[in-house]
């Protein structure tokens, strides 16, 4: 399965300043899997470890870590040669133990010439909970995310379709009529599957949504076994009120995170450390208000607004328990949860593309649904589910902000007219800030 990262992993190798690595994101977004494909093509061997179930190698590290003895004890263990530049050390499941984190440091120092990653599902929630000691500064640290859509059509065997898409994309040329409804079919069939490596797998080999949820249960259930894990069960049981009220935070019309909804009586004070931990475990993605249009917007941020999405739209979709026909058929405008739905998805797709997410409200309301910063411009975004694209909220912002165009996300075709350049649902890959 084809993904994105490869190409930034590549340059870390071939970099001459590189450190250790270390690949963060959310659990089942496919970092074990691309670190070992990647390992295979570019090392001649890759000696592995997983930082859950290698206790003796955890005892070990409580003695000295200096990457000669551990090197010399991995040979040993291991039985494989460790070569600087033709080796990669493997740390998987970082996160389960702090002197392998601690390690990385001193690779950085003391053995720069050798290469060492490592993967962690839930660091952010172990350097934040146990207070362990990260290496800042000593480490180059990269995020995976789920497939987004253009590596969903790569797993469907649709590059070329993907190549067209933003040709289109760059040149604002309507794409063939034929062409668009199939990527909009497409674009409708990945609402259901998400982007989560394993489901579009079985999507891909099964045809069957039926086959891919039942992967995403298996999915939502290592999550709640992580929080339970991870967290005190006090704790634990706030994080999963918070996870499982996204859903019904999304199809409110202000769709500004309310506690209440969470519980009776709820306020930031008892459910905030909770929201705090599903964004380091990135099982969330948090889009902060902001309250002018100036660049950097990023100061603007008004912290007590912000709306939470699901990290992954297929998972939305089947937490929220949407018929998996609903969701592709053409006889939906009439759900206005859909609605909410391709709002989440273009905050994934945001995400993958490492792009800050903020939305706009003014005192009235008016509301812009996300907000970029390309530069020193400021474009406003609004996302239609289907084909109804007006928008008094842009055309306010764009005024009153002097943006140079603005960007509307639909199920239109592409075009670019009276300063607005209008994107097909499918196409919100070929965004970047």
């Given at each position: ?13 071939n ?19 691309t ?19 290698e ?25 494989q ?8 050390i493997?740390?998987?499941e ?5 002197r392998?984190?601690t390690?990385?440091?001193?690779f ?5 010439e ?6 962690g ?10 207070k ?7 480490v ?27 040709n ?10 034929a ?18 490596p ?16 039942v ?5 939502f259930?290592e ?29 409110k019309e ?9 519980q009776?009586?709820?306020?930031a004070?008892?459910f ?11 099982t ?16 603007h ?24 026909e ?9 759900n ?32 812009v ?11 406003p ?10 928008s008094?909220?842009?055309s ?14 639909s199920q239109k075709?592409?075009?670019?007219e009276n300063?607005i ?5 499918y ?7």
């Amino acid at each position: 399965m084809q993904r994105k990262i490869i190409s930034e992993l590549l340059a870390w190798k071939n970099s001459k300043n590189r450190k250790p690595l270390i690949l963060n994101g959310a659990r089942q977004v496919g970092k074990t899997f691309t670190l070992e494909v990647f390992a295979k093509e570019n090392f001649d061997n890759v000696v592995y470890l997983n930082m859950e179930i290698e206790t003796n190698f955890r005892d070990f590290l409580d003695g000295d870590i200096s990457p000669k003895r551990i090197i010399q004890h991995l040979e040993l263990t291991k039985k494989q040669p460790i070569t600087a530049g033709k080796t990669l050390i493997f740390f998987d499941e970082i996160q389960a133990c702090e002197r392998a984190l601690t390690s990385l440091k001193y690779f950085c120092e003391q053995a720069p010439e050798y290469y060492v990653a490592a993967a962690g599902s839930l660091l952010g929630v172990a350097v934040n909970r146990e207070k362990y000691s990260f290496p800042v500064g000593k480490v180059d640290e990269y995020y995976m995310f789920p497939l987004d859509f253009e590596e969903f059509l790569w797993a469907l065997g649709y590059e070329k379709l993907s190549e067209e898409i933003k040709n289109h994309f760059e040149s604002n040329e309507p794409i063939n009529t034929a062409l668009h409804k199939l990527a909009l079919d497409l674009y409708k069939k990945y609402l259901v599957v998400g982007g989560m490596p394993a489901v579009v797998k079985q999507f891909v080999e099964t045809e069957s949504f039926l086959s891919a949820q039942v992967i995403q249960n298996n999915i939502f259930n290592e999550y709640t076994a992580d929080m339970s894990k991870y967290a005190d069960s006090a704790t634990s049981v706030k994080i999963r009120a918070c996870y499982n009220s996204v859903p019904a935070q999304l199809a409110k019309e202000n769709r500004k995170f309310q506690y209440k909804i969470v519980q009776k009586g709820g306020t930031a004070t008892i459910f905030g450390e909770s929201i705090e931990w599903l964004n380091f475990a990135g099982t969330v993605l948090k889009c902060q208000k902001i309250t002018e249009g100036n660049i950097p917007i990023a100061v603007h941020v008004y912290f007590p607004d912000f709306k939470l999405y699901m990290s992954d739209v297929g998972l939305l979709t089947f937490k929220s328990r949407l018929p998996a026909e609903l969701l592709v058929t053409e006889n939906n405008e009439g759900n206005t949860f859909m609605g909410y739905v391709t709002e989440n998805y273009v905050a994934q797709a945001f995400t993958a593309n490492k792009i800050p997410l903020f939305y706009w409200k003014n005192d009235n309301t008016a509301e812009v649904d996300f907000v970029l910063q390309k530069g020193v411009d400021v474009i406003p975004v609004e996302v239609k589910r289907g084909v109804n694209t007006r928008s008094k909220s842009m055309s306010i912002f764009a005024k009153q902000y002097h943006c140079p165009y603005s960007i509307r996300i639909s199920q239109k075709n592409f075009g670019f007219e009276n300063g607005i350049k209008s994107v097909p649902l499918y196409a919100v890959f070929c965004i970047n800030s």
